[in-house]
């Protein structure tokens, strides 16, 4: 069996490194962008979704999402009907860093993909998505407290 899994982290890291360094600038540290993209895509969004979105814990999303509020990036808002829910917003801040951001993104995804077809860049993204929801099953296991059966 071929080992795609590494090279899926390693293009994963290799993205991740070059973003880090690239958004230094904008004071955006280790993967804060990943959380500043999907506020920006979803306004009003709660913490728990984007948690879920990203596929991490919700203490890593507490943590990433506190540094983003303390750097101005977002702001949490009351939601109207529900004063325990904290709603998600970008701040202006925020908003301007998203477009350099998804610029950022798209420049990776044409590099990556330098040399495929629009066909095997399709299939490329379909069997990813399988892949990613063979993989949401264990993690929604394992997030529960279960255990893998290797």
Same mark, same amino acid.
């Given at each position: 069996?071929?080992?795609?899994?590494?090279?899926?982290?390693?293009?994963?890291?290799?993205?991740?490194?070059?973003?880090?360094?690239?958004?230094?600038?904008?004071?955006?540290?280790?993967?804060?962008?990943?959380?500043?993209?999907?506020?920006?895509?979803?306004?009003?969004?709660?913490?728990?979704?984007?948690?879920?979105?990203?596929?991490?814990?919700?203490?890593?999303?507490?943590?990433?999402? *506190?540094?983003?509020?303390?750097?101005? /990036? %977002?702001? #949490?808002?009351? +939601?109207?009907? @529900?004063?325990?829910?904290?709603?998600? $917003?970008?701040?202006? *801040?925020?908003?301007?860093?998203?477009? /350099? %951001?998804? #610029?950022?993104? +798209?420049?990776? @995804?044409?590099?990556?993909?330098?040399? $495929?077809?629009?066909?095997?860049?399709?299939?490329?993204?379909? /069997?990813?998505?399988?892949?990613?929801?063979?993989?949401?099953?264990?993690?929604?296991?394992?997030?529960?407290?279960?255990?893998?059966?290797?």
């Amino acid at each position: 069996m071929k080992e795609i899994l590494r090279e899926i982290g390693m293009i994963a890291r290799a993205l991740d490194s070059i973003s880090n360094i690239e958004f230094k600038e904008y004071e955006l540290t280790k993967g804060q962008y990943l959380y500043l993209v999907r506020i920006c895509e979803n306004p009003g969004i709660i913490q728990e979704k984007v948690a879920e979105m990203i596929k991490v814990d919700r203490t890593t999303a507490a943590r990433a999402i *506190k540094k983003l509020e303390m750097n101005s /990036f %977002i702001e #949490k808002k009351d +939601d109207h009907d @529900n004063k325990k829910i904290k709603k998600l $917003f970008p701040t202006e *801040k925020g908003k301007q860093v998203y477009p /350099f %951001i998804k #610029k950022e993104n +798209d420049y990776s @995804n044409r590099m990556a993909l330098e040399g $495929f077809s629009k066909t095997e860049a399709d299939a490329i993204f379909n /069997f990813l998505q399988r892949v990613r929801k063979n993989v949401e099953k264990d993690w929604e296991f394992v997030k529960k407290g279960n255990k893998r059966n290797y």
